[in-house]
């Protein structure tokens, strides 16, 4: 199964790629309400917690955990 396009305006982002798709492995979004929350996780390849299910609203609602900044 081919990976679906994602495309993501946060050029200071580790994954960001030409033309705003975005290059992890994986992506890890949540709702707002846990944006503050700590995960022992990792991203983009590695494994992190997904075992929860919540529901959102509207996208507006959401967040990206994948977000790494450029060094």
Not at 35 to 62: I, L, N, V
């Amino acid at each position: 199964m081919a990976k679906p396009l994602v495309k993501c305006s946060v050029s200071n982002c580790a994954f960001w790629g030409e033309n705003n798709n975005c290059q992890a492995d994986a992506i890890m979004i949540e709702i707002d309400r846990h944006a503050k929350a700590t995960f022992d996780e990792e991203f983009a390849g590695e494994s992190f917690d997904s075992d929860h299910q919540d529901h959102a609203p509207a996208s507006s609602a959401t967040c990206c955990h994948t977000f790494k900044p450029k060094k």
